[in-house]
Structure formats: C-alpha cells, structure tokens
C-alpha cells in the first residue's frame, strides 16, 4: 500500500499563487508517475499536469503557462507551482501516482485539499 499526503491548498484570491506538495510513503515501491488532478463542484475530475519519472510533463489546456509540476525522485513528492489564479481554478485538489509494488502496477489518490480563488 502506498500513502499520499496532500499538503498546501487554502483560499487566495484572483492572480495569487499557491503550491501544493504530495508526498508518497510505504513499502518498496517505485513511481513512474505523479500528477494532479481536481474536482469542482458537480464536475467531473479532470487532469491539471503530470510528469514522469524521467521527468517529462503533460497540462491540461486551461493551466499551460500558470502552472508548473515538479517531483522530487529521492523524496518521492510532486509539487503544483500555480501563479495567476483563477476562479475557475476553484476545487478539490488530488495527488495521484502511478506505482509499481514488485510485480504490480497500481494508482493511488490522495484524499484531495481544497484551493478556492476569489474574484
């Protein structure tokens, strides 16, 4: 089993910055990837970024150029950098990785923190 904590979220207001941090725990485990994700009030989940092990990343259309995604291999945390917030960036925040424990390959979530813009 591996563990996510979610860390950093909270209520800024329009054009502000937050940084969200996920860090992964357990037993011998490796990570092939780490992102983020959030949910809005009666909205589905959707991506926000993703990046590789190897370092390579992925954002979603409405993020490209705000946000920056970073992981800490040794560490094993990823980290949202979000500048220029907006309200449509209102909602809850998870972490996810993408793990391989020995011989299986599973995808954990965290249990999501809370970013609210202001107007």
């Known amino acids: 089993q591996v563990q996510l904590m979610e860390s950093g979220g909270g209520e800024v207001q329009a054009g502000g910055s937050l940084r969200l941090s996920c860090v992964a725990s357990?037993?011998?485990?490796?990570?092939?990837?780490m992102g983020w994700y959030r949910q809005a009030p009666g909205k589905q989940r959707e991506l926000v970024s993703v990046?590789?092990?190897?370092?390579?990343?992925n954002y979603a259309d409405s993020v490209k150029g705000r946000f920056t995604i970073s992981m800490d291999n040794v560490k094993k945390m990823v980290y949202l950098q979000m500048n220029s917030l907006k309200p449509e960036d209102t909602a809850v925040y998870y972490c996810?990785?993408?793990?391989?424990?020995?011989?299986?390959?599973?995808?954990?979530w965290g249990q999501g923190t809370q970013v609210t813009v202001s107007s």
């Open positions: 357990g037993r011998e485990f490796s990570i092939n990837a």
């Open positions: 996810n990785a993408d793990c391989w424990e020995v011989l299986t390959r599973t995808s954990y």
């Open positions: 990046i590789t092990r190897g370092g390579s990343t």
